[in-house]
């Protein structure tokens, strides 16, 4: 069973991702696909951090392309669809390995001849933005309108990214399986109804 998790910032997606995969004892993987595109393509680790879930259209003029590295646009562009094509194989390569959650990076799209089923996690403003504060990296101070501003930036974005791939939208409903609203849950709470509810599913599809 394959299981692709799409997120908005803040809405506590990586939590369930890996709380689901725990539940039906098979493999999450989230930030680990940034080690493995940096350790397979020779690439700089935060760097695909920075561009794993960005646009192509990230990486033309007066965009982070002039900020991040001193290069061509050419070459940064040219970098990105390395980088692209070094994480569609990797994504490839662990539906094909088995059962697995993969969150982020447009996984319901790449891998959909491969049937996912496809989640989309989601929460209320105020509700990202307490989480986000509450999980700051260490040296990160956030005021709530900054971490309002990065969450509104980062979810552009991977809707941008989503973008390169399929004309469908991000975030809308009737592209995935279930929806979830995290607001003013614990995510740990709603895993066995949610184990049960994608295994309904599963039986179904097998017929």
Not at 14 to 23: C, F, I, M, T, Y
């Amino acid at each position: 069973m394959l299981i692709t998790i799409s997120r908005e910032f803040g809405s506590g997606g990586r939590e369930l991702g890996k709380r689901l995969a725990d539940a039906l004892s098979i493999p999450c993987y989230d930030n680990e696909i940034i080690h493995f595109v940096a350790e397979q393509g020779g690439f700089d680790s935060n760097f695909i951090a920075h561009a794993g879930e960005r646009s192509m259209k990230a990486f033309y003029p007066g965009t982070i392309a002039s900020r991040l590295m001193v290069q061509p646009v050419n070459s940064l562009a040219s970098l990105k669809i390395e980088i692209v094509s070094a994480q569609q194989k990797i994504l490839r390569g662990f539906a094909e390995s088995g059962d697995c959650v993969i969150v982020g990076r447009a996984a319901d799209i790449i891998l959909e001849d491969f049937r996912p089923f496809n989640i989309f996690v989601h929460a209320s403003m105020a509700s990202w933005i307490e989480r986000t504060l509450a999980r700051q990296h260490d040296g990160e101070n956030l005021t709530a309108k900054e971490a309002e501003r990065k969450i509104k930036e980062i979810d552009k974005h991977r809707a941008s990214y989503r973008s390169d791939f399929t004309q469908t939208k991000w975030g809308d409903k009737a592209n995935y399986h279930l929806c979830i609203n995290t607001t003013d849950i614990e995510i740990k709470k709603i895993i066995p109804a949610l184990v049960n509810y994608i295994r309904i599913w599963s039986e179904k599809e097998k017929g």
